[in-house]
């Protein structure tokens, strides 16, 4: 079945409360070992095959690191496909010590797939306010309810890539957690301590093509006994020792296979194309009309920030630029999302007598609380009001 009408199919089954269970059909043991020694047999870079022949020490010094200083983190306490499904997902994009609090609280609020898929828009997207990428929220909500009404749960990579919010990295980091599926993560950490250890001067145009070519040898390094510890011990690694800017080789556990600090130059690897960046100004607007402050909600349907509220820019609410800018300025942000870097500024303007475009709505400032705001723009918002009582 195509993937689409998958999707669909999953979608209209009805939701059910049971706990979801699991199936054994992924490769371990001597099935995972014969894939990973077919992956090695596919690899022709010499540096990369000198990596391979030496891959049972590697694993060995690598997980011996692991096992005495991995990060203490909540979702590694007391595992379960629950709590790996959602830090994998608040995890995309976003760094360990950011999604700390927001697990903590998710859980406390959501504490299981059955929680979450009964759970309404409203509240998941309010547990997700600040995190960003909110379509992360979204296709976890709806993972959530395909889940519930499939019984046992997929444990493999390939069928895990058929649901909502899940790539290929994804799908590898949960089904190796989970079910010791013989799936390699690459992130950019992977592409990054793969490139070094090969001391490979591919040049890639992103990082999408970098883990692609990176792919067949982080599947012949892969441990076939413990592949979701080998996928975290080399996130682990790739966060906190061969970091991007400053590598910390002289504590690194793999430096004795690490091609590019024998030439001393850990940072030239791996070579990635340089993001062109593009500079954006922004005319927001601050209306307030009897204790009512003027907010923009998207659509529905948006790409960014959909049913998410956040100040209007000057044309959404129907003001000229020219004349936004001859009010007080309150505020200017600068803030960088993907490879946009905005300025944007606020400033107070006349309340507009007619809603002119779609999403204006006017929101009590008593009652800011009930909608949900993009992380930014709370912060912001709450800033100019306490600035302002304190005038
Ligand atoms: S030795 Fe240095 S460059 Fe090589 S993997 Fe370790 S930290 Fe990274």
């Known amino acids: 079945m195509p993937k689409r009408n998958r999707l669909r199919a999953c979608a209209s089954r009805p939701t059910r409360s049971n706990a979801v269970k699991s199936a054994s059909d992924s490769p371990v043991g001597p099935a995972a070992r014969r894939l990973r020694d077919e992956a090695a047999a596919g690899i022709a870079s010499p540096s990369a095959r000198r990596l391979v022949s030496t891959a049972r020490a590697f694993r060995t010094a690598l997980h011996a690191w692991y096992d005495q200083h991995s990060r203490q983190l909540p979702w590694r306490e007391a595992p379960s496909l629950y709590q790996t499904v959602v830090s994998e997902f608040m995890l995309q994009q976003t760094q360990v010590k950011t999604v700390l609090p927001y697990f903590t609280r998710w859980l406390a609020a959501l504490p299981s797939f059955p929680a979450l898929a009964a759970a309404d828009e409203a509240t998941v997207l309010r547990l997700w306010e600040g995190l960003g990428y909110y379509t992360r929220a979204r296709n976890l909500h709806r993972l959530a309810r395909c889940?519930?009404?499939?019984?046992?749960?997929?444990?493999?990579?390939?069928?895990?890539?058929?649901?909502?919010?899940?790539?290929?990295?994804?799908?590898?980091?949960?089904?190796?957690?989970?079910?010791?599926?013989?799936?390699?993560?690459?992130?950019?950490?992977?592409?990054?301590?793969?490139?070094?250890?090969?001391?490979?001067?591919?040049?890639?145009?992103?990082?999408?093509?970098?883990?692609?070519?990176?792919?067949?040898?982080?599947?012949?390094?892969?441990?076939?006994?413990?592949?979701?510890?080998?996928?975290?011990?080399?996130?682990?690694?790739?966060?906190?020792?061969?970091?991007?800017?400053?590598?910390?080789?002289?504590?690194?556990?793999?430096?004795?296979?690490?091609?590019?600090?024998?030439?001393?130059?850990?940072?030239?690897?791996?070579?990635?194309?340089?993001?062109?960046?593009?500079?954006?100004?922004?005319?927001?607007?601050?209306?307030?009309?009897?204790?009512?402050?003027?907010?923009?909600?998207?659509?529905?349907?948006?790409?960014?920030?959909?049913?998410?509220?956040?100040?209007?820019?000057?044309?959404?609410?129907?003001?000229?630029?020219?004349?936004?800018?001859?009010?007080?300025?309150?505020?200017?942000?600068?803030?960088?999302?993907?490879?946009?870097?905005?300025?944007?500024?606020?400033?107070?303007?006349?309340?507009?007598?007619?809603?002119?475009?779609?999403?204006?709505?006017?929101?009590?400032?008593?009652?800011?609380?009930?909608?949900?705001?993009?992380?930014p723009h709370r912060r912001w918002i709450g800033e100019i009001l306490a600035a302002r009582r304190a005038d």
Not at 217 to 232: I, T
Not at 252 to 272: D, E, H, K, M, N
Not at 342 to 355: C, K
């Open 147 to 375: 889940l519930v009404g499939m019984s046992p749960a997929p444990r493999t990579p390939e069928a895990w890539r058929d649901l909502p919010g899940v790539g290929p990295y994804t799908a590898a980091a949960i089904t190796s957690i989970a079910f010791k599926a013989h799936a390699a993560c690459v992130d950019g950490n992977v592409v990054r301590i793969l490139a070094r250890l090969t001391a490979d001067g591919t040049a890639f145009r992103d990082s999408a093509e970098a883990a692609r070519h990176f792919t067949v040898l982080a599947g012949a390094l892969l441990s076939a006994e413990r592949p979701g510890d080998h996928n975290q011990a080399m996130m682990e690694l790739g966060a906190t020792v061969c970091l991007r800017h400053q590598p910390r080789c002289t504590v690194c556990p793999v430096r004795p296979f690490c091609a590019a600090a024998r030439l001393g130059q850990p940072t030239s690897f791996p070579r990635l194309a340089a993001k062109s960046v593009q500079h954006q100004l922004v005319i927001r607007v601050w209306c307030e009309r009897a204790g009512r402050l003027l907010l923009h909600r998207a659509s529905a349907s948006a790409r960014r920030l959909a049913s998410i509220h956040e100040l209007p820019t000057a044309s959404e609410a129907g003001i000229a630029a020219a004349q936004a800018t001859r009010g007080e300025l309150l505020a200017r942000k600068r803030r960088t999302i993907t490879r946009h870097h905005l300025t944007e500024s606020i400033y107070v303007a006349p309340a507009p007598r007619h809603l002119a475009g779609p999403g204006l709505v006017w929101v009590p400032l008593s009652q800011l609380d009930a909608v949900t705001l993009s992380g």
